[in-house]
C-alpha cells in the first residue's frame, strides 16, 4: 500500500513510512514464511530500511513459538 513506484525519488523530507507490505496466510506460520519471502524479495534504494529488523524478528525463536511480549525488541537490541 504505497504511492511510491519504481523510478519514484523520495523527497528530502519524507514520511519515514513510505509505504507497507501486508501477507496473508492460511494460518500464523504460513503468514511469517510469507512475509520473510515478501522481505527478502522488496528493494527500497537510497535509504535506510526497518527490513532488516523485522526479518530478525520474524527469525527470533521466542516470536516463531508465540512466546513475546512487549519488551521482545528491546531484548533482541539490548
Given at each position: 500500500d504505497t504511492?511510491?513506484?519504481?523510478?519514484y525519488?523520495?523527497p528530502?523530507?519524507y514520511?519515514?513510512?513510505?509505504?507497507?507490505?501486508?501477507v496473508a496466510?492460511?494460518?500464523?506460520?504460513?503468514?511469517?514464511?510469507?512475509m520473510?519471502?515478501?522481505?527478502?524479495?522488496?528493494r527500497?534504494?537510497?535509504?535506510?530500511?526497518?527490513?532488516?529488523?523485522?526479518?530478525?524478528i520474524?527469525?527470533?525463536?521466542?516470536?516463531i513459538?508465540?512466546?513475546?511480549?512487549?519488551?521482545?525488541?528491546?531484548?533482541m537490541?539490548g
Amino acid at each position: 500500500d504505497t504511492h511510491v513506484e519504481s523510478g519514484y525519488r523520495i523527497p528530502v523530507f519524507y514520511d519515514s513510512m513510505i509505504c507497507k507490505l501486508i501477507v496473508a496466510g492460511a494460518d500464523r506460520e504460513a503468514a511469517r514464511k510469507g512475509m520473510l519471502a515478501a522481505l527478502g524479495d522488496f528493494r527500497v534504494d537510497g535509504i535506510k530500511t526497518t527490513i532488516p529488523i523485522h526479518q530478525k524478528i520474524l527469525n527470533e525463536p521466542d516470536f516463531i513459538s508465540g512466546n513475546y511480549d512487549t519488551g521482545l525488541i528491546g531484548r533482541m537490541l539490548g
